[in-house]
């Protein structure tokens, strides 16, 4: 099943109970300045009681989610997008976890076919949850002991899901804190649970693989969180929240792993085409198979992720906040293109209709994405060049002895060159 179906069949599944489709979220949010959407966020239908796309309690949208801090995960699993589709439905006030579990498992096992004896489910299994901290060290110096989600195991048992597969977890897998790790003055929280798709027993790392576990073997492809208290760190208690939240999200692109039966995600109807694109550019014959499926993949995905962030009007390259991430994607990019032997004035025009075929129709969009992707070559090669310059008096002042880890900590920090090229030698 490819992406949009997906994300119409539970769009149009929890509209048709009661849910109230909203549009997207922009990519580019105010309260974040420097980053993107990062998750499939909940409306705040407090905030504008008089537009009536907001009006009512149960909400469903679509939503492209980009994680900049996960662009060093991509290509080094099977499972893994910097840039990505979620869909989530969205329950504010009175929602019993009962109903919660049972539309999610229902919607996963009838009206996606997925297998339901390859599903395991993970839950908040009781624990010790930080809520103060040393406001020098950031470390969390008071634990709270919250007690195990016992609604969520019974909803889970209810709906017939095995208890040999129910795994209880603990708090760092299954328990959310809105801004974990900040000092702030209260804090929303509640329980977590996850539903997972096993690849088999052969993929496991060992005997003790259970979700959770990040060998491979288990595909994380949805997570239910019930937001319903807050964290008093004056009192060192949980009170309830007013307008409690009952959400599920999806992986779309996780999703379309499972239904298709495929061992990757570069394997799925989203990812395959672009794949075989940037393949036939590829020149170098003495690269192994698995660092050029790597490149690929992060080809694949920081393109795509370029294209739909400068869509929704990130700006040209830069040196801070969300200018240097696209700098960072376009430098990432160019490196793995360089170890591939991809020529770039014959492959952009061609892979960014094949990124985003829509691009194709918008010429502004192109024209400015190729501008970026030019200009930034332009200046990261005069940043090689002078990081080649310093690489080269490092190598031949070693005299024989390879480049110590700090040397090329100084290569990247204060020159620019990335570790991979650094560690190739294979500057041009
Ligand atoms: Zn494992």
Request: with cysteine.
């Amino acid at each position: 099943m490819d992406c949009q179906e997906i994300s119409r069949n539970f769009v149009n599944y929890y509209t048709s109970r009661s849910f109230r489709s909203i549009p997207p979220a922009p990519m580019l949010q105010k309260n974040l300045p420097m980053s993107y959407v990062y998750s499939c966020t909940p409306p705040e239908p407090d905030s504008d009681p008089e537009n009536p796309n907001y009006m009512g309690n149960k909400f469903v949208r679509h939503q492209t989610c980009f994680r900049h801090f996960d662009t060093d995960a991509v290509g080094k699993d099977n499972q893994h997008l910097s840039l990505f589709e979620m869909s989530g439905a969205f329950h504010f006030g009175q929602s019993s976890r009962e109903k919660t579990i049972s539309r999610i498992w229902n919607w996963a096992t009838q009206e996606m076919g997925i297998d339901p004896g390859r599903i395991w489910v993970s839950y908040f299994g009781g624990g010790k949850i930080p809520f103060a901290r040393d406001f020098r060290t950031g470390e969390c110096v008071t634990y709270l002991e919250v007690a195990e989600d016992r609604e969520s195991f019974l909803a889970w048992r209810k709906v017939g899901f095995p208890q040999d597969r129910l795994i209880p977890l603990d708090a760092e897998h299954n328990f959310w804190v809105e801004n974990r790790g900040k000092r702030t003055a209260s804090l929303k929280c509640g329980p977590t649970s996850e539903l997972f798709y096993d690849l088999g027993e052969d993929k496991a790392c060992g005997k003790n693989c259970i979700p959770g576990c990040g060998c491979g073997r288990f595909i994380e492809f949805s997570n239910n969180r019930f937001i319903t208290h807050r964290l008093n760190p004056r009192k060192g208690n949980l009170e309830k929240v007013k307008n409690a939240l009952a959400e599920t999200v999806i992986g779309i692109e996780r999703i379309s792993m499972i239904t298709g039966n495929v061992p990757s995600i570069w394997d799925t109807p989203s990812c395959k085409p672009v794949m075989r694109k940037i393949h036939e550019f590829v020149t170098c014959k003495n690269e192994d198979e698995v660092f050029i499926r790597e490149s690929e993949s992060v080809i694949a995905d920081h393109l795509k992720a370029l294209c739909v962030l400068i869509a929704d009007g990130a700006p040209a390259p830069g040196r801070s906040g969300r200018a240097r991430i696209v700098r960072t994607l376009i430098r990432k990019i160019l490196t793995r293109m360089m170890l591939l032997g991809i020529d770039a004035e014959k492959f952009f025009p061609v892979i960014i209709s094949a990124v985003m075929p829509e691009a194709a129709n918008q010429k502004s969009l192109k024209e400015k994405m190729t501008a970026y992707l030019e200009n930034e070559s332009e200046v990261f090669r005069n940043t090689l060049k002078k990081g080649s310059n310093e690489l080269e008096k490092m190598i031949s002042g070693n005299q024989g002895k390879s480049l110590s880890a700090s040397q090329t900590f100084f290569l990247k920090k204060y020159r620019g060159m990335p570790v991979l090229l650094t560690k190739k030698c294979r500057v041009t």
